[in-house]
């Protein structure tokens, strides 16, 4: 379906309260500073927008995608023929609950990891530099530094293919190592419930604050990049195979393997999308060849690109 076949008047009815923004560069909605024009690019005010507008478009079969603050994501120069449904601040409402707090999809989680602190609650402290958005975080089990959203989550309110909204809780909602039943089976989170412990509140500043600065000294947070590029084999550090096979400072075109940290591949300023999707494969081509381990991107892909991936067979 090419973007001028939309549906967008019936997209604006449904976002009364919400936007609607046709050929939205993406690259304004990625870490990456990457990325072509979304066709359709729609902001709903609120979970009931959120849930009318998915319900619309699945029972429709129109392409669409969900994103929050886009720091997983390359989108192709390119761009996406088809909606993307942006969880953004109108999606990011917060309350407290007795041990910790409810949350929206949109809600950023390093946000959410401040107001723990404030509160003397413990738990989230892992979260406080990762720059993705609460409802990305559900579906991927972001973690860090030891700590992981199924250490506190407990439960998501999501909406399905069918356009039905449902809770899921506990095991239901099947929390791995970057991956989860939302991922596995395509659900959308709308916000979700976490639970935390009593704590202190200067500890977990203090925590926090550790926590930054070791990220400072081992990550390349002046340059744009999507975080991890690769998931951690078992058995692995992704960073330490890159820097094995010999591949700190390897560039193609304005993406580059970061000499500070190997597991992070960094926009210069000039990338293309093709760039670094290519400069991944290289990564993966090399890495198997010195290793035999085969490396799977953490990176998501939204778009049409030329380069081929090497695949993870299942």
Do not use: W
């Amino acid at each position: 379906m090419s973007g001028n076949r939309l549906p967008v008047r019936e997209l604006t009815g449904i976002l009364k309260a919400g936007g609607i923004f046709l050929e939205e560069p993406m690259a304004r909605h990625t870490s990456f500073r990457i990325g072509g024009p979304a066709a359709v690019f729609a902001e709903p005010a609120g979970e009931e927008e959120a849930a009318a507008l998915l319900a619309f478009l699945c029972g429709e079969k129109i392409p669409h995608i969900v994103v929050g603050n886009g720091s997983n994501l390359l989108v192709s120069d390119e761009g996406y023929d088809g909606v993307v449904v942006h969880f953004g601040k109108n999606m990011g409402l917060l309350a407290e609950t007795d041990d910790g707090f409810r949350a929206g999809a949109g809600f950023m989680l390093s946000a959410l990891s401040r107001a723990a602190q404030v509160r003397g609650l413990a738990g989230l402290a892992f979260a406080s530099g990762i720059p993705g958005s609460f409802g990305g975080a559900c579906i991927m089990n972001a973690g860090a530094y030891g700590g992981e959203m199924k250490d506190v989550l407990t439960c998501v309110s999501v909406i399905g293919s069918d356009g039905n909204v449902r809770e899921l809780a506990g095991e239901e909602m099947a929390l791995s190592y970057r991956n989860s039943r939302m991922k596995k089976e395509g659900y959308t989170v709308l916000s979700g419930t976490v639970r935390l412990t009593a704590g202190d509140a200067e500890e977990i500043a203090k925590e926090m604050e550790e926590l930054a600065e070791k990220r400072r000294e081992k990550q390349p947070l002046s340059l744009p990049s999507a975080g991890s590029t690769f998931k951690r084999p078992e058995g692995y550090f992704a960073g330490k195979l890159i820097s094995d096979a010999a591949l700190k400072g390897a560039r193609i075109g304005g993406a580059s393997v970061s000499t500070l940290h190997a597991g992070f591949i960094v926009n210069d300023g000039e990338a293309s999308a093709e760039d670094v999707r290519s400069l991944i494969a290289m990564v993966q081509a090399r890495v198997f060849e010195m290793s035999g381990v085969l490396l799977e991107p953490e990176v998501e892909f939204l778009g049409n690109f030329r380069t081929p991936l090497m695949e993870i067979r299942k």
